[in-house]
Each structure stands twice: as structure tokens, then as C-alpha cells.
């Protein structure tokens, strides 16, 4: 609806669905947008106390936040940092865009056009599209990729006891802990985040283990 780089043809189409039928729907979602870089570039410059992240949620009433280690996006240089998000509820759906879309609120995975197209996306897509994120974070050498397409399975080892499975449309994390974190084809930039979450909690349980 806005544009940009990040989406699928099927997007496109159902956007100008949406906009010949609510056409005023573009403003809401540039003020959306506003809202949210403004948050964000607020919580940046107060990230010294996670409480305000915790502030602008509550104030969206009922929302979420959150923090972990992580790596930048930018340059490749996988420089690492913290997250801070938070996330406040979504509107019910203009009543108009239930005639276009059928949805009548709308829910943590909205992106009902996104699932669509990654439903189509074989484990060998996924895992290759897993790896090009993960390689935007300064994993390139360290990862090692296995393609089995007559089982539909691609396995993505990022390092010892950390491993992303993609199969049948779900992505599979499983970490030393014996733990395991799953998600669909439509969350592959989730899936990517949480993975490097992840790896990086493993580096600093080894530097307190050095340490002591």
C-alpha cells in the first residue's frame, strides 16, 4: 500500500483491491507508519530504561514489549545491540475492507496476502531466504545449509545445538536447551530475528562461563 521493497506481487494486487475500495485508507496507513518511526526514534533516544518501551505500549492500552541482544541490519557488519520493541492492538477492520478481504479484525499475523505467496515457497526457498537475512547480520561463514528436496526439508546449522529446520511451510528453531520455537512461511523475517536472538544469548552464556 505504501510501497517499498520488502513484499510480494500478491501484495500489490490486494492493495489496490483494498484502495479502490477505501481509498482513504492510505492516509491511515501513513499515519500509521508516522506513529510508529516516531516510537521508535523516542524509545532510541531513552533506551537506557527499557520501562519506556513498557510506557508506549500501555499507553496503545493492552499492548506488548520486550528487549534482547541482537545484531544491526545494515552494511553486513552484524554489529551487535539490543532490541527494544513493543507492539500496541490493531483497530477492528474498516467495515468496507470486510467486503474486499473477508477479514473482520485484524490479528498478530494480518499479512493474510503474504501467507498466501509463502505458502507456495518450497523448504529450499525458505531456507535459502533464511540465509541471505541471516548473512545480513554477519553469519555468512558460519553457516552450512542442507537441502533434501525429495522430503521437502532444508536444514540451516548456525552453530552447535542452533539449527533452523524449514518444512511443509513451518520453520523450526531448536537450541542446546532442547527448546524449539516455530513459525510459518509468512514469518521468515521473525524467524531470522529470533535465530540471531538466539545465537547471541549463547555468546553471552559462554562469556559468564569465562568469566567465573
Not at 519506556?52 to 544491526?72: D, I, K, L, S
Not at 527494544?84 to 467486503?99: E, G, I, S, T, Y
Not at 542452533?162 to 523450526?172: E, P
Request: hydrophobic residues 40%; charged residues 25%; glycine residues 8%.
Amino acid at each position: 500500500m505504501l510501497r517499498g521493497d520488502n513484499h510480494f506481487e500478491n501484495d500489490v494486487l490486494a492493495a489496490e483491491r483494498i484502495l479502490s475500495a477505501v481509498p482513504e485508507i492510505r492516509d491511515c496507513a501513513w499515519s500509521n507508519r508516522g506513529f510508529h518511526q516516531r516510537a521508535a526514534k523516542w524509545i532510541a533516544e531513552h533506551a537506557a530504561n527499557t520501562l519506556h518501551a513498557q510506557a508506549v505500549a500501555e499507553a496503545g492500552g493492552g499492548g506488548r514489549w520486550g528487549h534482547h541482544p541482537t545484531r544491526a541490519r545494515l552494511d553486513n557488519w552484524g554489529l551487535r545491540g539490543k532490541a527494544v520493541w513493543f507492539a500496541v492492538p490493531a483497530p477492528l477492520a474498516h467495515a468496507r475492507l470486510v467486503d474486499v478481504t473477508g477479514l473482520r479484525a485484524y490479528t498478530f499475523s494480518a499479512d493474510v496476502t503474504a501467507a498466501r505467496a509463502t505458502d507456495r515457497l518450497s523448504s529450499r526457498q525458505a531456507a535459502r531466504e533464511l540465509q541471505v537475512m541471516l548473512d545480513e547480520r554477519g553469519f555468512g561463514s558460519g553457516l552450512v545449509r542442507d537441502d533434501q528436496p525429495a522430503r521437502d526439508l532444508s536444514i540451516l546449522s548456525v552453530r552447535r545445538g542452533l539449527t533452523v529446520w524449514c518444512q511443509g511451510g513451518v520453520v523450526s528453531l531448536t537450541t542446546p536447551w532442547g527448546s524449539s520455537q516455530q513459525w510459518n512461511y509468512a514469518d521468515l523475517v521473525e524467524a531470522a530475528e529470533q535465530t540471531v536472538r538466539r545465537y547471541e544469548e549463547l555468546d553471552l552464556e559462554q562469556d559468564l562461563i569465562c568469566t567465573r
